[in-house]
C-alpha cells in the first residue's frame, strides 16, 4: 500500500480486541481502557476495531509501544497516522518500526518518534 508517496506494509495479521484481550489475558474492559490512555492501538478496519497482532506479540513490543505511541500522539498523530508510521518501511533499520519493535532496535525506534516530534 502506498501512503502519501511513501510505502507502507500492512501487518500480516490483525486482531479483534475480543482477540487482544485473550493474547493478554486481560478483560475486553482492560484493554478498551489501554486503547483510550494511549498505550495500545486499535484502529477502525471494515466497520471493526483492531489492531495489529505483532504489537501485542510479546514483552518487548509491549515493553515499547507506549512510549513511541506517546511521542507520536505528542507530534499530532492520530491512531491511522501512529499506525502508517509504525508499519512505513526503513531501510535503515531494515524493515518497519513496527517489526524493529519485537528485537534489538526497539530503542533505536523510540529515538526516531523523538525525532518526528520536532
Do not use: C
Not at 493478554?24 to 486503547?35: G, R
Not at 484502529?43 to 515493553?63: H, I, W, Y
Not at 519485537?102 to 516530534?117: C, F, L, N, P, T
Request: no cysteine; glycine share 8%.
Amino acid at each position: 500500500m502506498t501512503w502519501q508517496g511513501v510505502n507502507v506494509t500492512e501487518s500480516a495479521q490483525w486482531l479483534t480486541l475480543p482477540d487482544v484481550a485473550e493474547r493478554l489475558d486481560l478483560s475486553i474492559i482492560k484493554v478498551n481502557q489501554l486503547i483510550k490512555d494511549g498505550l495500545l492501538l486499535a484502529v477502525s478496519r471494515n466497520g471493526v476495531r483492531q489492531g495489529p497482532a505483532e504489537l501485542v506479540a510479546n514483552d518487548t513490543v509491549l515493553k515499547h509501544l507506549p512510549g513511541i505511541l506517546t511521542l507520536l500522539h505528542d507530534a499530532g498523530f492520530n491512531d491511522e497516522e501512529a499506525l502508517r508510521w509504525l508499519y512505513t518501511e526503513d531501510d535503515t533499520l531494515p524493515g518497519t518500526p513496527a517489526a524493529a519493535l519485537g528485537g534489538d532496535k526497539a530503542r533505536e525506534v523510540k529515538r526516531r518518534a523523538q525525532a518526528v516530534a520536532f
